[in-house]
């Protein structure tokens, strides 16, 4: 068993999006450091460091055969959701560990404000070089969408970090495990299509999960009431994400000016929450700092904020391509990365037990992957044959009304 407890948080917080990701690491970074000498020490399945190369090709060939028949650019983007998901917690401990540099709320905040600046350019380009305009968001698209995207993350951070009070690490991974099912249900409930029997390779994926987190289980009721509040608020988030990208105002939003407009209200919302947590202690810490140190503080904070950007813009794409549990789904697979990065990268280990959840979690989104695209293909004839039906009914109307004339 690697990490009793911290290892809990790498291999299962699968649906978590990077600031929450960012708020875990501030949890469990004691829980890390006092048990990396006891992670080196624990028994389990030790993996070569030509291991981790070769298990992500293997996992690119398993995205290759699951999604293949989508086309390359969601190959693509979910190899790129994917990387940039199972290596965000190592670059944001890289800047807690390495520089002390324990303010999760700013470096969140940072995160933010790199995507909204780079999304800006992206769209100011291609307006200069395509005459592409960048979309405004009407005041009721702004206020009842984008800010609830925004503000349905901070809360779900919270509620995490609550729960992470009152409950184990592993019990609030297990829990955390649901949120796809939490998705299938809001999908439902905003009118979006969704088939019923695509529930069984989500409850594939939300077992495996469950099988792959080790660690003391205690339980709370106060503790699980937040985990499950924190589920449905990432549930809301990637569902209104959806709705946007692939419903009446698919056309207007796209993942980079999506992410630009979300980035605004979402840069204001941790500023509060920094100044409110951490107060000006981060600002005070680089000011205390030799050059030297404040520039490799700043060179790895450009890192965590590079894949940090990659990782909103593959997600917003994947979400486009795959709908709102798809996505979730397709985020599980990085458990794999995640913990294999972490025997490479920190000693740990991984016990079989895991190995079977992570298989399983592999097979439940292939399955969901196969099933949806069958499902859209019968959606798709039945939506053509309807036309077909219903131009070949206009016709007759037209030829009775002029034989009667």
Same mark, same amino acid.
Request: glycine letters at 8%; proline letters at 3%; one cysteine or more.
């Given at each position: 068993?690697?990490?009793?407890?911290?290892?809990?948080?790498?291999?299962?917080?699968?649906?978590?999006?990077?600031?929450?990701?960012?708020?875990?690491?501030? %949890?469990?970074?004691?829980?890390?450091?006092?048990?990396?000498?006891?992670?080196?020490?624990?028994? +389990?399945?030790?993996?070569?460091?030509?291991?981790?190369?070769?298990?992500?090709?293997?996992?690119?060939?398993?995205?290759?055969?699951?999604?293949?028949?989508?086309?390359?650019?969601?190959?693509?983007?979910?190899?790129?959701?994917?990387?940039?998901?199972?290596?965000?917690?190592?670059?944001?401990?890289?800047?807690?560990?390495?520089?002390?540099?324990?303010?999760?709320?700013?470096?969140?905040?940072?995160?933010?404000?790199?995507?909204?600046?780079?999304?800006?350019?992206?769209?100011?380009?291609?307006?200069?070089?395509?005459?592409?305009?960048?979309?405004?968001?009407?005041?009721?698209?702004?206020?009842?969408?984008?800010?609830?995207?925004?503000?349905?993350?901070?809360?779900?951070?919270?509620?995490?970090?609550?729960?992470?009070?009152?409950?184990?690490?592993?019990?609030?991974?297990?829990? +955390?495990?649901?949120?796809?099912?939490?998705?299938?249900?809001?999908?439902? $409930?905003?009118?979006?299509?969704?088939?019923?029997?695509?529930?069984?390779?989500?409850?594939?994926?939300?077992? +495996?999960?469950?099988?792959?987190?080790?660690? &003391?289980?205690?339980?709370?009721?106060?503790?699980?009431?937040?985990?499950?509040?924190? %589920?449905?608020?990432?549930?809301?988030?990637?569902?209104?994400?959806?709705?946007?990208?692939?419903?009446?105002?698919?056309?207007?939003?796209?993942?980079?000016?999506?992410?630009?407009?979300?980035?605004?209200?979402?840069?204001?919302?941790?500023?509060?929450?920094?100044?409110?947590? &951490?107060?000006?202690?981060?600002?005070?810490? $680089?000011?205390? $700092?030799?050059?030297?140190?404040?520039?490799?503080?700043?060179?790895?904070?450009?890192?965590?904020?590079? %894949?940090?950007?990659?990782? %909103?813009?593959?997600?917003?794409?994947?979400?486009?391509?795959?709908?709102?549990?798809?996505?979730?789904?397709?985020?599980?697979?990085?458990?794999?990365?995640?913990?294999?990065?972490?025997?490479?990268?920190? +000693?740990?280990?991984?016990?079989?037990?895991?190995?079977?959840?992570?298989? &399983?979690?592999?097979?439940?989104?292939?399955?969901?992957?196969? $099933?949806?695209?069958?499902?859209?293909?019968?959606?798709?004839?039945?939506?053509?044959?309807?036309?077909?039906?219903?131009?070949?009914?206009?016709?007759?109307?037209?030829?009775?009304?002029?034989?009667?004339?």
């Amino acid at each position: 068993m690697y990490l009793p407890a911290a290892g809990a948080a790498a291999a299962s917080a699968t649906s978590r999006d990077l600031a929450e990701v960012d708020n875990d690491l501030q %949890n469990i970074l004691a829980l890390l450091k006092s048990h990396s000498e006891h992670s080196k020490e624990s028994q +389990g399945v030790q993996a070569p460091f030509l291991l981790y190369p070769l298990t992500f090709g293997l996992i690119t060939c398993v995205i290759v055969v699951i999604f293949g028949g989508r086309g390359w650019k969601v190959v693509a983007s979910v190899m790129v959701y994917l990387m940039s998901l199972s290596t965000m917690k190592l670059t944001v401990k890289w800047v807690f560990v390495e520089y002390a540099f324990r303010f999760p709320k700013f470096v969140t905040m940072l995160h933010f404000i790199c995507g909204s600046l780079i999304c800006v350019a992206v769209l100011l380009k291609a307006r200069s070089q395509q005459g592409t305009p960048i979309r405004v968001p009407t005041v009721s698209e702004f206020l009842c969408m984008i800010v609830p995207i925004a503000m349905t993350a901070s809360c779900s951070i919270a509620c995490d970090n609550m729960a992470l009070g009152f409950s184990s690490v592993a019990f609030t991974e297990i829990v +955390g495990s649901t949120t796809s099912l939490f998705t299938v249900a809001l999908v439902v $409930m905003l009118g979006m299509p969704f088939e019923i029997w695509l529930v069984v390779p989500t409850m594939a994926v939300v077992m +495996g999960c469950a099988v792959s987190t080790v660690g &003391e289980i205690n339980f709370s009721a106060l503790g699980l009431i937040l985990c499950l509040a924190a %589920n449905a608020f990432r549930s809301t988030k990637v569902a209104l994400q959806q709705k946007l990208m692939t419903g009446g105002t698919k056309e207007k939003f796209d993942p980079c000016t999506l992410l630009m407009w979300v980035s605004l209200p979402s840069v204001g919302i941790m500023l509060l929450a920094s100044l409110a947590t &951490e107060g000006l202690a981060p600002y005070r810490q $680089m000011a205390s $700092m030799d050059t030297p140190t404040l520039r490799g503080l700043w060179m790895t904070l450009g890192v965590s904020c590079g %894949n940090a950007v990659l990782l %909103n813009l593959a997600q917003l794409v994947v979400t486009k391509d795959l709908g709102a549990v798809g996505s979730t789904l397709v985020s599980q697979a990085k458990t794999v990365l995640t913990v294999l990065g972490g025997m490479v990268v920190f +000693g740990e280990s991984v016990t079989p037990l895991e190995l079977v959840g992570f298989l &399983e979690v592999l097979a439940g989104v292939y399955a969901y992957s196969v $099933m949806e695209m069958r499902s859209k293909q019968r959606r798709a004839i039945e939506q053509v044959k309807q036309e077909q039906a219903e131009a070949l009914a206009q016709v007759q109307a037209a030829g009775g009304a002029g034989a009667t004339s």
